[in-house]
T-cell receptor
Framework: DGGITQSPKYLFRKEGQNVTLSCEQN?????MYWYRQDPGQGLRLIYY???????QKGDIAEGYSVSREKKESFPLTVTSAQKNPTAFYLC?????????????FGDGTRLSIL | AQTVTQSQPEMSVQEAETVTLSCTYD???????LFWYKQPPSRQMILVIR??????QNATENRFSVNFQKAAKSFSLKISDSQLGDTAMYFC???????????????FGKGTKLSVKP
């Protein structure tokens, strides 16, 4: 079945450490997104990519980095510069970046600080 | 800037009854898209229903329907014949149809926690 796979499901970060969250999709979608969800909050956009080798900052990109070397993959790195990384991270994809295309979401990764 | 407001942090409904979740939004644009997403305890975000602002007809998907009032900037979700599996967080979301840096950005409300009671 086609879908979006995020790994790991749970991740722990030590102070000063960079960690990378994986997101893979086999839906043949061009556009991919990373969102952050905090308790009692909606989702906020971190980064998005409309095509391979291209990505744009969202509303809360500071302390995060991404790459898009393959169409299927859009990994997110949470750097040591992100001082409050504890959150639930959701990856999504859509056929294109055009607005009327719904976004499909993965199951998420919960990141915590040790 | 666009904003999305869900004024009901929590709601409950008896199984088989009908419930309506509220959502209002603020935008100066005339064309845009609205969505309702469901997030069950498993945390996966599932698209429930979507509405194009240029369409006057309210969208319907089985037991789920919306009441889209463009002038009032209101987009409520009605769930009929509620089922235990409908228990989840429900998020209203807005997306601009304009290009440029805002394209692709889903703006979410803070969510409504719905509990369906047996």
């Amino acid at each position: 079945d086609g879908g979006i796979t995020q790994s790991p499901k749970y991740l722990f970060r030590k102070e000063g450490q960079n960690v990378t969250l994986s997101c893979e999709q086999n839906l043949n979608h061009d556009a991919m997104y990373w969102y952050r969800q905090d308790p009692g909050q909606g989702l906020r956009l971190i980064y998005y990519s409309q095509i391979v080798n291209d990505f744009q900052k969202g509303d809360i990109a500071e302390g995060y980095s991404v790459s898009r070397e393959k169409k299927e993959s859009f990994p997110l790195t949470v750097t040591s510069a992100q001082k409050n990384p504890t959150a639930f991270y959701l990856c999504a994809s859509s056929i294109t970046l055009v607005s009327n295309q719904p976004q499909h979401f993965g199951d998420g990764t919960r990141l915590s600080i040790l | 800037a666009q904003t999305v407001t869900q004024s009901q942090p929590e709601m409950s409904v008896q199984e088989a009854e009908t419930v309506t979740l509220s959502c209002t939004y603020d935008t100066s644009e005339s064309n845009y898209y609205l969505f309702w997403y469901k997030q069950p305890p498993s945390r996966q975000m599932i698209l429930v229903i979507r509405q194009e602002a240029y369409k006057q007809q309210n969208a319907t998907e089985n037991r789920f329907s919306v009441n889209f009032q463009k002038a009032a900037k209101s987009f409520s979700l009605k769930i009929s014949d509620s089922q235990l599996g409908d228990t989840a967080m429900y998020f209203c979301a807005f997306m601009t149809s304009k290009g440029g840096g805002s394209q692709g950005n889903l703006i979410f409300g803070k969510g409504t926690k719905l509990s369906v009671k047996p």
